[in-house]
């Protein structure tokens, strides 16, 4: 089955800096890669997410990237405020099922 | 952030009990998910339904059983064979179209065992 891998498990930034989270996934079939912010005792919800035809999407802070040669995609998030902080899981999706990383807890300091 | 409810929001077990939770939605999605999630595992999937009376083991399926006699409705089962039940739990529906990916969770249910 697929597996998916996220890095880091924890990121603190400045208010005002960039984040940049990674994952790598192991099943060349996947075709849907979905970005989920979870703040403190909330439910996931989408922020971003992209198909395996496109490299590259942005949505005015955030952006995602897909390299398929690699199987890699990251999360960038621009100019961070503390209302970003929160955990973010990635995921990859194959036939049916979304399997997700473990999450990275992002800290954004004022 | 609408159409997906889950009760009980908290939910107190003692060891040797089944416990059923719900799940709810009236977004009229074919596909509804459980997943368990404990701290730094991330979420990870028990079981899933794309169909009404139809559904199929995740990765951690053991010591939990689902029904899916309704379209909105997709109950969780914790029965005394699950072996460490603590968790938050969250459930999640997903229109099955092609090109439609995006799954919508519940506010979840914190599930302790005294």
Known sequence: GENVEQHPSTLSVQEGDSAVIKCTYSDSASNYFPWYKQELGKRPQLIIDIRSNVGEKKDQRIAVTLNKTAKHFSLHITETQPEDSAVYFCAAKGYSTLTFGKGTMLLVSP | ?114
């Open chain 2, 1 to 114: 952030d609408g159409g997906i409810t889950q009760s009980p929001k908290y939910l107190f077990r003692k060891e040797g009990q089944n416990v059923t939770l719900s799940c709810e939605q009236n977004l009229n999605h074919d596909a509804m998910y459980w997943y368990r999630q404990d701290p730094g595992q991330g979420l990870r999937l028990i079981y899933y339904s794309q169909i009404v009376n139809d559904f199929q083991k995740g990765d951690i399926a053991e010591g939990y059983s689902v029904s899916r006699e309704k379209k909105e409705s997709f109950p969780l089962t914790v029965t005394s064979a699950q072996k460490n039940p603590t968790a938050f739990y969250l459930c999640a529906s997903q229109v099955t179209k092609l090109g439609y990916n995006e799954q919508f969770f519940g506010p979840g249910t914190r599930l302790t065992v005294l």
